[in-house]
T-cell receptor
Framework: DAGVIQSPRHEVTEMGQEVTLRCKPISGHDYLFWYRQTMMRGLELLIYFNNNVPIDDSGMPEDRFSAKMPNASFSTLKIQPSEPRDSAVYFC????????????FGPGTRLLVL | AQSVSQHNHHVILSEAASLELGCNYSYGGTVNLFWYVQYPGQHLQLLLKYFSGDPLVKGIKGFEAEFIKSKFSFNLRKPSVQWSDTAEYFCAVPHYGGSQGNLIFGKGTKLSVKP
């Protein structure tokens, strides 16, 4: 299996622009997670889905962030409008089942908002 | 709320030295515990995990961790590190209560191994 696929790998944008991050989970995995990694706050869960349905979005920082999972093989995380403090590495992960099943992480998207 | 503490922010060792990275968690009930590793420029990978049974868990690349319930600890060990072990190491626990779907990660410990 190709593993979790994320695109783009790097994104540089200007403040105020819309940013869309994409994720393709491992085939057959029912859970998909979006994490954000920063130096200050470490790894934080933003939102996760089970069978394409958002289960917990309490980690989404504010209304500028939204996530969708239109089907089992694709998810997006959108930031509109973007701000410099959104600069971080965004990871997508998927798992076959609920915890304590292993979560498999994608390579991440490194976002820089100028 | 549950929390995970990794007290060592940055550890520097020479090759062949022994390694022990601390991890303490706050949840008092049945726990599952994970160690993930992030090599430079790469994504997180699972090193090992504890579900139940033998508290000494062996993972990939010669790593092991011991679950000590009385100390709320799950320290990661390796008897002899290599330069290729240079990475950041994260301890994690599931979020018990609430939606129970996600992991809570520690802040990570950066390991630098000098050749």
């Amino acid at each position: 299996d190709a593993g979790v696929i994320q695109s783009p790998r790097h994104e540089v944008t200007e403040m105020g622009q819309e940013v869309t991050l994409r994720c393709k989970p491992i085939s057959g995995h029912d859970y998909l997670f979006w994490y954000r990694q920063t130096m200050m706050r470490g790894l934080e869960l933003l939102i996760y889905f089970n069978n394409n349905v958002p289960i917990d979005d309490s980690g989404m920082p504010e209304d500028r962030f939204s996530a969708k999972m239109p089907n089992a093989s694709f998810s997006t995380l959108k930031i509109q409008p973007s701000e410099p403090r959104d600069s971080a590495v965004y990871f997508c992960a998927s798992s076959l089942a609920a915890l304590p099943e292993t979560q498999y992480f994608g390579p991440g998207t490194r976002l820089l908002v100028l | 709320a549950q929390s995970v503490s990794q007290h060592n922010h940055h550890v520097i060792l020479s090759e062949a030295a022994s390694l022990e990275l601390g991890c303490n968690y706050s949840y008092g009930g049945t726990v599952n515990l994970f160690w993930y590793v992030q090599y430079p420029g790469q994504h997180l990978q699972l090193l090992l995990k504890y579900f139940s049974g033998d508290p000494l868990v062996k993972g990939i690349k010669g790593f092991e961790a011991e679950f000590i319930k009385s100390k709320f600890s799950f320290n990661l060990r390796k008897p002899s590190v290599q330069w290729s072990d240079t990475a950041e190491y994260f301890c994690a626990v599931p979020h018990y209560g609430g939606s129970q779907g996600n992991l809570i990660f520690g802040k990570g410990t950066k390991l630098s191994v000098k050749p």
